[in-house]
């Protein structure tokens, strides 16, 4: 499985950005696809999740409300779609996507990351 993932960039406070990640490979079996971040000096944080079976979403407190997570199963392609950004926010946004085996384990998988950074 190959993760790619795009669309960071430099925003304002108060703007907004689309992150994508494209999947490929063998991209079966998928349990749940999310996004974490890790911003500098800082530990990795789950930001927020998509359940394959039946697109129940989740998101971490400090962002719920203001990024919308998302998935084109046709385009095999998770967004990420980030509003009101707060320079909180910057980091650099990793996609992660976790499949099973035929054993029913867990397979995690990573994008390379796309920088978020939010300054006026």
């Known amino acids: 499985v190959q993760l790619q993932a795009s669309g960071g960039g430099l925003v304002q406070p108060g703007g907004s950005l689309r992150l994508s990640c494209v999947a490929s490979?063998?991209?079966?079996?998928?349990?749940?696809m999310s996004w974490y971040r890790q911003a500098s000096g800082k530990q990795r944080e789950l930001v927020a999740t998509?359940?394959?079976?039946?697109?129940?979403?989740t998101y971490s407190d400090s962002v719920k409300g203001r990024f919308v997570i998302s998935r084109d199963n046709a385009k095999n392609t998770l967004y990420l779609q980030m509003s009101s950004l707060e320079p909180e926010d910057a980091a650099v946004y990793y996609c992660?996507?976790?499949?099973?085996?035929?054993?029913?384990?867990?397979?995690?998988?990573w994008g390379q990351g796309t920088l978020v950074t939010v300054s006026s």
């Open positions: 992660n996507l976790v499949r099973l085996d035929w054993l029913s384990r867990a397979l995690p998988y």
């Open positions: 998509i359940i394959s079976s039946d697109g129940t979403t």
């Open positions: 490979g063998s991209i079966s079996n998928i349990n749940r």
